[in-house]
């Protein structure tokens, strides 16, 4: 396991040093033209996902192709454990994507590096008016637009009532219950079933750490770009997660590692073999149909009094700051996020759509599920919670941070207190404060 970790390192190390060069290779790289081109022209398009979502991606840039006969559009796109390493190292060597679908902070990594196009330079060709005003925001970063949502997405519990009444355990209340309720209920479900299947699927995920935080009145950042996390508040993350795993709430610490880079196919949720899984709302439809189960949603325990869960941008489509089509970049982008034909097949694949009209165009396609997202988006947009703040530079490099110690201390390398201090010292020097 100790090769494990160290791959992660040397991942973290090689995106650090790429990003570096991208920042001189900004610098030096010949200004984008943002003017309308008449002649043919081919852009890149960059994205991560299994073959669902390849498919579907396909027929929508197939439709764009037909209203754009002068734009042909080359898609780039491979698993999620390998995504972000390639963009890093195309970028460095000024060989970007024209179109790149980034998630979380990478947005921000990359506009304050000058490797992304200020969007207001493509506005006769992006019309982000439609666009729900908390979705621009999410795209913004010191006030400039520099990603387009694709779609909103909450945490959430996915759970297999299949898994439930197979073991005899009732679903939770999620209007009330506790994380004491998740973990008791995760063992009820591991020791009630045939070994190999689990009460939840993972422990604490670097995702889940925001919402641990903000449900104790705490912030994974604050607005002026400081960590908002004090050791106390790591510690119990640390500690709760390896509760799950030391009770057989969650898979061992083995199992848990041979899990952390598998597609949505591979998980023990997408196997039907856990009851419970914290993870995006927009894995419901990918892991229902990998499971053959129906699915359900839940509100993450602990919400109240606090609520720590919050709406954020599924992905984002940014333009290369370097290409040399950005007119035809931003008219992809333009007709991913504002036309029908192209909402009816991408459905709420990448998050319920930020654009009203096109939420209305595909509510009576939705599947049961893709309705269920829907509706789980809904309960949470109508609920106060606290801000959300992107990461600062260099935060990108904390998940991996996360991952990293979390699998320490779940091999007890690290106790839940060392952990914290550990996590605390590396997270403040990976974003220089």
């Known amino acids: ?28 790289s010949s200004p984008s033209s943002n003017q309308p081109e008449n002649g043919p022209v081919e852009i890149r398009f960059s994205w991560w996902g299994n073959a669902t979502r390849a498919d579907i991606t396909s027929k929508a ?9 002068n734009i ?3 898609p780039e796109y491979g698993d999620i454990s390998g995504y972000f390493d390639k963009l890093a190292t195309q970028v460095a060597a000024n060989d970007a994507p024209d179109v790149i679908t980034m998630g979380g902070a990478y947005p921000a990594e990359y506009a304050n590096r000058g490797a992304l196009l200020d969007l207001s330079k493509v506005k006769d060709s992006l019309d982000l008016s439609k666009l729900d005003p908390g979705a621009l925001e999410n795209g913004q970063v010191k006030g400039a637009q520099y990603g387009v949502s694709t779609g909103a997405n909450a945490l959430a519990i996915v759970v297999n009532p299949a898994v439930f009444q197979a073991a005899g355990v009732a679903l939770p209340d999620d209007s009330k219950w506790t994380w004491d309720d998740f973990a008791k209920t995760a063992k009820d479900i591991t020791d009630k079933s045939p070994k190999g299947t689990y009460g939840t699927a993972t422990v604490l995920t670097h995702d889940s750490l925001d919402a ?32 799950l795993s030391e009770s057989g709430a969650a898979p061992s610490a083995s199992e848990t590692v041979e899990k952390l880079n598998v597609s949505t196919e591979q998980t023990l949720m ?7 899984m914290l993870t995006w709302s927009n894995s419901l439809t990918a892991l229902s149909k990998a499971s053959g189960a129906e699915l359900k949603l839940l509100k993450l325990p602990g919400e109240t009094p606090t609520p720590g869960i919050w709406l954020q941008s599924s992905q984002f489509y940014t333009i290369s700051a370097r290409s040399k089509h950005t007119d035809a970049a931003a008219k992809l982008v333009n007709f991913l996020v504002n036309n029908e034909a192209a909402a009816k097949i991408v459905q709420s ?16 396609l939705l599947t049961p599920q893709g309705k269920t997202e829907a509706a789980y988006i809904d309960q949470i947009g109508k609920m106060e919670f606290a801000p959300t703040f992107i990461g600062p530079t260099g935060s990108t490099a904390v998940s991996e941070i996360t991952a990293r110690i979390n699998t320490d ?10 952990a914290a201090e550990q996590w605390l010292s590396e997270s403040k020097a990976a974003i220089g404060k």
């Not at 840039?61 to 006969?69: I, L, R, S, T």
């Open 1 to 28: 396991m100790a090769r494990k970790s160290l791959r992660i390192i040397q991942k973290s190390i090689a995106f650090v040093a790429a990003l570096g060069l991208m920042g001189l290779t900004a610098a030096c």
């Open 61 to 69: 840039v197939k439709e764009f192709e037909a209203a754009n006969p």
């Open 72 to 74: 042909k559009v080359k």
């Open 212 to 243: 641990f935080a903000r449900q104790r009145g705490k912030s994974l950042y604050t607005q002026d770009g400081q960590l908002g996390l004090d050791k106390d508040t790591v510690q119990a993350y640390f500690d709760y997660s390896l509760k």
């Open 270 to 276: 997408g196997m039907g073999q856990a009851g419970m």
């Open 349 to 364: 694949d990448r998050g319920v759509p930020s654009n009203a009209g096109m939420r209305t165009a595909i509510q009576d």
């Open 409 to 418: 201390v779940l091999f007890k390398r690290l106790t839940p207190e060392k």
